[in-house]
């Protein structure tokens, strides 16, 4: 996609994090931006922002872990600026107590991470994509999953399941559009850490999905990273600057750190040889994140 001037997006978690600093990138560009996210304070304070630096921006409330509220948020965006050309399912969520072992998440999480960070790309992918096509002209769909998508081992199991499932259906997506020449590019983005609030999604977590006894609190040390990564971790900003750039060229994997390669590719090396794999620990590899952007910092 070469030119910006006057496209729409839809723009998923646009309330803040990654999909702010998005909906910012684009609008710059001359993009219309439907900012959507659970949170509608949110999403208005990023819409009321954009239209008063003198974008176009609509703010609409959405709960992609439901079938019934992508779709409407489709109709809203159709109906306000008559097509949608860029699609970012950038919308997802960490449940707290992430280092335990996979037994013990409760039922409760497994759908949470679920619903949210697989079925709301499905969802979206079911809503938007069809109109796409139907609409004509080239598009982009943007699908946020994470270098946990790419990689195992015991830490963070429900989120990294999840992640990986939406890369699986990410490359789908890119396959079944290439077969049928669609003039639609995909680009699949797993960042590493990111200064953003993903890791205080518990505030929206559904009442009736509250595990009995309330949800899990981190361990000291989870905390401690947690706390670290923000004068660590890359900005949203920069992140945004990836995407912009890969939906410009046409770039289908974007990943956001070299900290996690040798990890991903210890997984598939194990994978190719039939040998039991050995997996990088969840917290090294994320203190290497975090060391390494302190080092791009200085």
């Given at each position: 996609m070469k030119n910006f001037d006057g496209r729409v997006a839809v723009v998923t978690g646009?309330?803040?994090?990654?999909?702010?600093?998005?909906?910012?990138?684009?609008?710059?560009?001359?993009?219309?931006?439907?900012?959507?996210?659970?949170?509608?304070?949110?999403?208005?304070?990023?819409?009321?922002?954009?239209?008063?630096?003198?974008?176009?921006?609509?703010?609409?409330?959405?709960?992609?872990?439901?079938?019934?509220?992508?779709?409407?948020?489709?109709q809203t965006a159709y109906d306000a600026f008559g097509r949608v050309d860029i699609l970012c399912n950038n919308a997802g969520i960490v449940p707290s107590g992430r280092n335990r072992p996979v037994w013990e998440y409760?039922?409760?999480?497994?759908?949470?991470?679920?619903?949210?960070?697989?079925?709301?790309?499905?969802?979206?992918?079911?809503?938007?994509?069809?109109?796409?096509?139907?609409?004509?002209?080239?598009?982009h769909i943007m699908t946020t999953a994470s270098v946990a998508g790419l990689m195992s081992g015991s830490g963070s199991a429900v989120y990294s399941a999840a992640k990986h499932a939406a890369v699986r259906i990410t490359e789908a997506l890119y396959a079944s559009l290439l077969e049928m020449s669609a003039p639609i590019g995909v680009t699949l983005l797993c960042p590493g850490l990111v200064n953003t609030r993903i890791y205080q999604s518990e505030r929206n977590r559904p009442q009736e999905l509250l595990p009995a006894g309330g949800a899990a609190e981190e361990t000291a040390e989870l905390k401690a990273i947690a706390d670290k990564m923000y004068g660590g971790a890359i900005s949203p900003e920069e992140v945004a600057e990836m995407i912009f750039a890969a939906i410009r060229d046409n770039q289908f994997y974007v990943l956001t750190t070299h900290s996690f390669d040798e990890a991903?590719?210890?997984?598939?090396?194990?994978?190719?040889?039939?040998?039991?794999?050995?997996?990088?620990?969840?917290?090294?590899?994320?203190?290497?994140?975090?060391?390494?952007?302190?080092?791009?910092?200085?």
């Amino acid at each position: 996609m070469k030119n910006f001037d006057g496209r729409v997006a839809v723009v998923t978690g646009g309330g803040s994090g990654i999909g702010e600093a998005l909906s910012w990138r684009l609008a710059r560009e001359g993009v219309k931006v439907v900012v959507t996210d659970i949170d509608l304070a949110a999403a208005s304070r990023v819409s009321e922002a954009l239209t008063k630096a003198g974008h176009r921006a609509l703010a609409v409330r959405t709960d992609v872990a439901k079938g019934e509220e992508v779709e409407a948020l489709a109709q809203t965006a159709y109906d306000a600026f008559g097509r949608v050309d860029i699609l970012c399912n950038n919308a997802g969520i960490v449940p707290s107590g992430r280092n335990r072992p996979v037994w013990e998440y409760p039922l409760e999480d497994w759908k949470w991470a679920f619903d949210v960070n697989m079925m709301g790309v499905v969802y979206g992918l079911r809503s938007f994509v069809p109109r796409m096509l139907a609409q004509g002209g080239d598009a982009h769909i943007m699908t946020t999953a994470s270098v946990a998508g790419l990689m195992s081992g015991s830490g963070s199991a429900v989120y990294s399941a999840a992640k990986h499932a939406a890369v699986r259906i990410t490359e789908a997506l890119y396959a079944s559009l290439l077969e049928m020449s669609a003039p639609i590019g995909v680009t699949l983005l797993c960042p590493g850490l990111v200064n953003t609030r993903i890791y205080q999604s518990e505030r929206n977590r559904p009442q009736e999905l509250l595990p009995a006894g309330g949800a899990a609190e981190e361990t000291a040390e989870l905390k401690a990273i947690a706390d670290k990564m923000y004068g660590g971790a890359i900005s949203p900003e920069e992140v945004a600057e990836m995407i912009f750039a890969a939906i410009r060229d046409n770039q289908f994997y974007v990943l956001t750190t070299h900290s996690f390669d040798e990890a991903i590719e210890s997984r598939m090396r194990a994978i190719l040889t039939r040998t039991n794999p050995h997996f990088a620990g969840l917290l090294d590899l994320t203190k290497r994140d975090i060391r390494q952007g302190e080092l791009k910092a200085s």
